[in-house]
């Protein structure tokens, strides 16, 4: 089972042990990085181990390799020499582990470790990509066979991502640490199990502490929301694909409801720059169930072997379930649009209302069926006019741009507005879909952005007194209806009376 190390990056010692006492039921390991600490603060390192309680790793992290000790060698190598000095027959009281990099050739420091049970770890840090060879630079990376070999790698495309998967499986017949740094490599570290990788890190987020890694997790995030410790080589494997992915309360919905049930299942992200790159990543994975978000719900269309007939007059699927025969798809957004939108306004149907919707993409179209089907009238408004047409005329809709003249038609439309984009969503904040509308107080605004709670465009229509939602409503409850596509049964009702639908 693969462990998880917190990595502590406080200035001072006391700091680093505030932090470990937090987050203590979460870890197995513990690494100090000495390179984080204030210069007077490293004379106290020897302690460290014995002060912690649980097995620490000893690391000096070079900036060449991402860390902060800017000295000289010579005098990273004294600090090694301190922490390990005086070593004790009580291992306990050692450091377990010391992580040193497959350039550093000191016999006796590596001598002093092995003396007093300390662990070797040997790695190396690779931020411009992802190595082509990287299962051979591990086997070639240790010096003596009871090293544990440790990759640390940046991927910057999916398809980076997968060669770490790839490469992973090629090494066998020893420890190893393999991880992927930024966005692209989380996966890689919520999914060390099925890497076989010996540990995966986590690091607190507070103000004060410098950053362990590009892509750390938080612990209680780690192992509570994407459920770190239960994850096995048996465990199904559910995700969500989009780009470029920054906000997304799926994860916590899905985890939390296996958690719940004892169900050995976990939902993780996958950032995605290319379709095609992703799909290759899930069969390699097998995953068996994925929602898709921006700006795949069309893409997915050709590389499906059979939809639903909601995708089939839409033109956009949201859910994927694997099968003998390959991808089904399946469209969740379109009851939970309608459902979220009803109970909004205290209404069966639409029927003599106008409706306002901003955007053309996969949310569009499921909003516009489903307006369509209650007998509501709408007006498409988006950037591109062709791709409003073309949303539109199944619908004898009306559409135009998003532009004053698009805002002054939207008054006669004004009875509900949807805005269906990711403009607002985080982390730009900032957006505004339709600047040029000014909002009468009459208007029941639903945005289907949910981080932040609030956008601008939210902000504005409340600010002018109208009745407004954001897309979380909306995005619980497709989900209710995606668990039972990936699961094969309804989402459990002792679950779902304690969400605030």
Known sequence: MAKMCLCLTGKTIARDLEILNRYRKYADIAELRVDCLEPDER????????????????????????????????????LFSKGLAYAEA????????????????????????????????????????????????????????????????????????????????????YDKIILGMGRFGTNTRILAEKLGSFLSYASARDSDLREAAPGHLDPKELVEVYRF?????????????????HATSSPPFFNHAFTEENIDAVYVPFPADTLEGFLEIADALNLEGVSVTVPYKEQVLPFLARVSGNVQSVGACNTMVRTPE????????????????????????????????????????AAAFEISRLKGKALILNRT???AQRLAQPYKFICANVDPEGADMMKKYSDIIVQTTSVGMEPDISGDPMPDYKFTGKEKVMDLVYKPE????????????????????????????????FMGTEFPAQLRSRIDL
């Open 43 to 78: 004379f106290l390192i020897r302690r460290f181990p014995e002060q912690a309680g649980m097995p620490v790793i000893l690391s000096i992290r070079r900036e060449t390799d991402g860390g902060f000790f800017s000295g000289g060698e010579g005098s990273r190598v004294a």
């Open 385 to 387: 006019l062709a791709r």
């Open 326 to 365: 390959g991808w089904a798809g399946y469209n969740t957004d379109i009851r939970g649009f309608s459902d979220s939108l009803l109970g909004f306004i205290g209404r069966k149907n639409l029927a003599g209302r106008r409706i306002s919707i901003i955007g053309a993409g996969g949310a569009a179209r």
């Open 90 to 173: 009580d291992r306990r009281k050692n450091y377990a582990y010391l992580d040193i990099e497959e350039d550093f050739n000191v016999p006796s420091i590596e001598e002093a470790a092995r003396t007093f049970g300390t662990r070797i770890i040997r790695s190396f840090h690779n931020f411009g990509g992802v190595d082509e060879d990287l299962a051979g630079r591990m086997d070639r990376l240790r010096h003596v066979g009871d090293e544990i070999a440790k990759a640390a790698v940046y991927p910057k495309s999916i398809a980076d991502t997968l060669r770490i998967y790839r490469e992973a499986a090629k090494v066998r017949g």
């Open 454 to 485: 609030e956008t601008v465009f939210l902000k504005r229509a409340a600010a002018a007194g109208c009745q407004v939602i954001n897309g979380y409503d909306m995005l619980i409850i497709q989900a209710v209806y995606q668990y039972q596509f």
């Open 229 to 245: 410790r239960k994850i096995t080589a048996h465990t199904k494997l559910l995700g969500i694909l989009g780009y470029p992915l």
